[in-house]
């Protein structure tokens, strides 16, 4: 995936971390003993992360992508800070990472269907059942592959900055699938995805995942807003417990 260094210089203003979000996580982290450890899959750049480190919570980020990892590690690490950062996929998670540590798990941004094959979502929440402390939460956000089904095609809702706009699409066929988009700036265009598997995870699997690896409770909503999730929504944020 080399195009994906593509998206790097516009990650930050195209996945923006909102008042709604902080205000979000914020009402959860006063259920724990500080300071409330947290664990962030596919970190991107860190921006939130190094929020979340200067507001004196305790974070882990892990990151696929070399140069979303470099650019999070370069910008953001502060040794006065509880802010740790790692090259590491959701499978390697349990051999790396302490059992029962994490009060909260988060993967947003629809990071988690790049997860994509069914028998590794499963284990990805037995495998944050097994990180989380007592009473610790896992919360997903990811477009609504429900609204988008790929049938053969979904387009994804586009994101826009000043100076960007970035589009993506589902499609599926006999092999699968596959995620495509691309940046579009001026008359230019830069791929990002060409063609890579997705599993596009829904609101039914996540609750079935969830019972299997032994959550007792879920909500879902829309937004980070809490407004209540519809099967029209753009949006699906998911907080197991």
């Known amino acids: 995936m080399d195009t994906i260094k593509n ?22 982290f006063p ?11 596919g970190c991107g750049t860190g921006i939130f992360e190094h929020r979340l480190a200067k507001n004196s919570i305790d974070v882990t980020a892990i990151e696929t992508i070399r140069g979303l990892l470099d650019s999070a590690t370069h910008r953001y690490r502060n040794q006065l800070m509880a802010l740790r950062y790692f090259q590491m996929s959701t499978l390697e998670m349990t051999n790396f990472l302490g059992g029962n540590f994490y009060n909260i798990i988060s993967c947003l941004n629809s990071r988690i269907v790049f997860i994509s094959k069914k028998e590794f979502l499963k284990k990805f929440f037995s495998d944050c059942k097994e990180l989380l402390s007592e009473k610790g939460i896992v919360i997903l956000g990811l477009e609504n592959f429900e609204k988008f089904r790929a049938e053969p095609k979904a387009i994804l809702p586009t994101r826009k900055s ?12 006999a092999q699968g699938t596959f995620l495509e988009s691309r940046l579009e700036k001026e008359n230019k265009i830069l791929l990002v995805y060409r063609r890579v598997p997705i599993y596009p995870l829904q609101k039914n699997e996540i ?17 980070f807003e809490k407004n209540p999730f519809s099967e029209n929504s753009d949006y699906l944020l998911a907080v197991i417990r």
């Not at 000043?162 to 066929?173: G, M, N």
């Open 162 to 173: 000043i100076r960007i706009t970035y589009k993506s699409q589902i499609t599926k066929d």
């Open 7 to 28: 998206l790097i210089e516009y990650y930050d203003e195209l996945f923006p971390v909102t008042d709604a979000q902080k205000i979000f996580f914020e009402s959860y």
């Open 31 to 41: 259920q724990f003993s500080p300071p409330a450890k947290f664990l962030s899959i």
């Open 207 to 223: 609750a079935k995942f969830a019972k299997e690896a032994g959550f007792e409770k879920i909500e879902f909503f829309s937004d």
